[in-house]
């Protein structure tokens, strides 16, 4: 890479990738000025397209479409480490939900500008969140330069009084969301599962996603204890309850998913719902069973890809997430053939993209130019056989060394702006968030 051209990060011009692999061709990719490609061709091939305001010199790269997380709490990276080994319904309630009542709207700022840089920094350019004080996350996001979708954490546990708070935290949020009409920020409704939310709290999250004409954000079936609990007090699965309640639609992504059996696959396809796969989340927590993809699959439900948030993964690596996804689901379901490299990586890209309702998710023309260019001269990536193989089962998010969201420049030759600021406000963040948690036990 040539030396860094001192305000790469402000140029709002066009840019022309040349020399670089995507899909095993050298091509040339050019990126107007409104962060379109707008040409994909052989090497020299597309240099009169555009007028040229920055080269990138692509020949030691790999280019793919930009990781799309589906499923994640950002601001959690402030808890990363902060409760480990523990099954998920004791880590909620005795670790992680006491300490995310002392959350301030400024901690889930510095701990979702440090999931960005994280997020940048493995390929992520989009990323689906469900969490609190989303308005800060917004701001965050905004400054980080990528896409975010933000769902407030809905969770009413059945009481009249908290519903209402629930709801008006909801609306606050999609207005402000809404009011800033910035095509990278986008809102949805975000109830939290069926054990935490009653049914006229899931129904009135879905009746106000389908008016506000926004998306569904929701943990699924991630535990057999959910599911056995669920049919014991509502006589039918998860799936069937939040059917009845209206919350099983396109623009619904359901997280985890593990859970769920043959007919929840089938009526997931018929909903056209798309099924978050969680896999480093699910084995940390050992929830004990794999997300069914070959059923999902087979049914037509839209699988994409997640992390979970950073106190049950613990880190925000997609390409480290495409491998696991890749390998749990050839051991889970006993087949070597299962998810293969090249689809895993499309499940992580333009799987999310479909998800998330933010373009096709592919280096195609007409497509936004979220472009993430993988270092070719990383041991991980050589020899070059195959580069998805190296891709999906031998890289792991170092391999990155630039990123770009809708043309714009995130990360160039492994810098990203104002990463020590960044790490220093959230581990700062994070101490005190401790602290003031300890001092209230
Ligand atoms: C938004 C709330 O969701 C909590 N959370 C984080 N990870 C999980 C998980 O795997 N299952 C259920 N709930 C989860 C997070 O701590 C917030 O309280
Ligand atoms: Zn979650």
């Given at each position: 890479?040539?030396?860094?051209?001192?305000?790469?990060?402000e140029r709002e011009g066009?840019?022309?990738?040349?020399?670089?692999?995507?899909?095993?061709?050298?091509?040339?990719?050019?990126?107007?000025?409104?962060?379109?490609?707008?040409?994909?061709?052989?090497?020299?091939?597309?240099?009169?397209?555009?007028?040229?305001?920055?080269?990138?010199?692509?020949?030691?790269?790999?280019?793919?479409?930009?990781?799309?997380?589906?499923?994640?709490?950002?601001?959690?990276?402030?808890?990363?480490?902060?409760?480990?080994?523990?099954?998920?319904?004791?880590?909620?309630?005795?670790?992680?939900?006491?300490?995310?009542?002392?959350?301030?709207?400024?901690?889930?700022?510095?701990?979702?500008?440090?999931?960005?840089?994280?997020?940048?920094?493995?390929?992520?350019?989009?990323?689906?969140?469900?969490?609190?004080?989303?308005?800060?996350?917004?701001?965050?996001?905004?400054?980080?330069?990528?896409?975010?979708?933000?769902?407030?954490?809905?969770?009413?546990?059945?009481m009249e009084e908290k519903?209402?708070?629930?709801?008006?935290?909801?609306?606050?949020?999609?207005?402000?969301?809404?009011?800033?009409?910035?095509?990278?920020?986008?809102?949805?409704?975000?109830?939290?599962?069926?054990?935490?939310?009653?049914?006229?709290?899931?129904?009135?999250?879905?009746?106000?996603?389908?008016?506000?004409?926004?998306?569904?954000?929701?943990?699924?079936?991630?535990?057999?204890?959910?599911?056995?609990?669920?049919?014991?007090?509502?006589?039918?699965?998860?799936?069937?309850?939040?059917?009845?309640?209206?919350?099983?639609?396109?623009?619904?992504?359901?997280?985890?998913?593990?859970?769920?059996?043959?007919?929840?696959?089938?009526?997931?396809?018929?909903?056209?719902?798309?099924?978050?796969?969680?896999?480093?989340?699910?084995?940390?927590?050992?929830?004990?069973?794999?997300?069914?993809?070959?059923?999902?699959?087979?049914?037509?439900?839209?699988?994409?890809?997640?992390?979970?948030?950073?106190?049950?993964?613990?880190?925000?690596?997609?390409?480290?997430?495409?491998?696991?996804?890749?390998?749990?689901?050839?051991?889970?379901?006993?087949?070597?053939?299962?998810?293969?490299?090249?689809?895993?990586?499309?499940?992580?890209?333009?799987?999310?993209?479909?998800?998330?309702?933010?373009?096709?998710?592919?280096?195609?023309?007409?497509?936004?130019?979220?472009?993430?260019?993988?270092?070719?001269?990383?041991?991980?990536?050589?020899?070059?056989?195959?580069?998805?193989?190296?891709?999906?089962?031998?890289?792991?998010?170092?391999?990155?060394?630039?990123?770009?969201?809708?043309?714009?420049?995130?990360?160039?030759?492994?810098?990203?702006?104002?990463?020590?600021?960044?790490?220093?406000?959230?581990?700062?963040?994070?101490?005190?968030?401790?602290?003031?948690?300890?001092?209230?036990?």
């Open positions: 890479m040539k030396e860094i051209i001192d305000d790469i990060f066009s840019t022309l990738i040349t020399d670089v692999l995507v899909g095993g061709k050298r091509v040339d990719i050019a990126i107007d000025e409104t962060g379109t490609i707008v040409e994909i061709g052989e090497k020299n091939g597309v240099r009169d397209v555009i007028d040229i305001d920055i080269a990138v010199d692509g020949s030691e790269s790999i280019a793919i479409p930009g990781l799309v997380n589906t499923h994640t709490h950002a601001a959690m990276t402030l808890l990363r480490g902060y409760a480990d080994d523990m099954p998920l319904q004791d880590w909620l309630t005795q670790k992680i939900w006491p300490l995310e009542a002392h959350l301030t709207g400024d901690d889930v700022y510095w701990g979702t500008k440090l999931a960005c840089l994280e997020m940048i920094r493995s390929g992520t350019t989009a990323f689906n969140d469900m969490y609190f004080f989303m308005e800060r996350a917004a701001e965050a996001t905004d400054e980080m330069g990528i896409r975010g979708t933000f769902a407030h954490g809905f969770i009413d546990l059945g519903r209402e708070t629930e709801i008006k935290a909801t609306e606050t949020l999609v207005s402000h969301i809404k009011g800033q009409k910035n095509p990278r920020l986008t809102a949805a409704v975000g109830p939290h599962a069926v054990y935490t939310v009653s049914p006229e709290g899931l129904r009135w999250c879905a009746e106000y996603a389908r008016e506000q004409e926004i998306g569904i954000h929701i943990h699924v079936s991630e535990t057999e204890k959910e599911v056995v609990d669920c049919v014991a007090q509502f006589g039918k699965r998860p799936p069937a309850l939040l059917d009845d309640c209206g919350c099983l639609t396109p623009r619904t992504v359901a997280a985890h998913c593990c859970w769920l059996d043959e007919a929840d696959c089938r009526l997931f396809g018929e909903r056209g719902v798309n099924a978050s796969h969680n896999p480093a989340s699910n084995m940390k927590l050992a929830v004990g069973r794999a997300m069914p993809y070959h059923h999902l699959r087979e049914y037509g439900a839209n699988v994409c890809l997640g992390t979970d948030g950073c106190a049950s993964n613990n880190n925000l690596d997609m390409l480290e997430e495409v491998k696991f996804a890749a390998l749990l689901q050839k051991f889970a379901w006993n087949s070597q053939t299962l998810l293969p490299a090249e689809e895993a990586i499309r499940v992580a890209t333009a799987g999310g993209a479909r998800a998330l309702g933010i373009g096709s998710g592919t280096l195609t023309v007409g497509a936004p130019a979220d472009i993430v260019l993988v270092d070719r001269r990383k041991a991980c990536a050589t020899p070059l056989h195959n580069a998805d193989s190296n891709i999906a089962y031998a890289c792991n998010g170092g391999a990155v060394h630039t990123v770009l969201c809708g043309g714009r420049f995130v990360m160039y030759d492994r810098v990203v702006p104002g990463e020590a600021a960044i790490l220093k406000g959230a581990a700062e963040a994070a101490a005190a968030l401790v602290c003031r948690a300890q001092d209230a036990s």
